[in-house]
């Protein structure tokens, strides 16, 4: 983990302002680009979150369906089930 020198504290509601040169490091400059957030024992790692399919972790050729990414694999996968 590399450091960056930077300290930021919470506001009174447990928010922090990610600096603009972190989200530009990062490619998050639009409001539709997200983080996730993962702990590991006292760490608390934050990610550039990358859609991907819900049963393959593929990220290529993927469609929603409900709210769900499914790539284009796993969804002629599920076809073939209800073929007769």
Do not use: W
Not at 70 to 84: G, W
């Amino acid at each position: 983990m590399k450091a960056t020198g930077i300290v930021r504290k919470f506001d009174e509601n447990g928010r922090f302002v990610l600096p603009m040169e972190l989200r530009k490091k990062m490619g998050l400059t639009t409001t539709e680009d997200a983080l996730e957030i993962f702990v590991e024992g006292d760490t608390i790692i934050l990610k550039k979150y990358e859609p991907s399919c819900v049963f393959c972790q593929s990220m290529d050729n993927l469609i929603t369906y409900k709210e769900k990414k499914i790539c284009k694999k796993c969804s002629e996968k599920i076809n073939v089930l209800f073929e007769d």
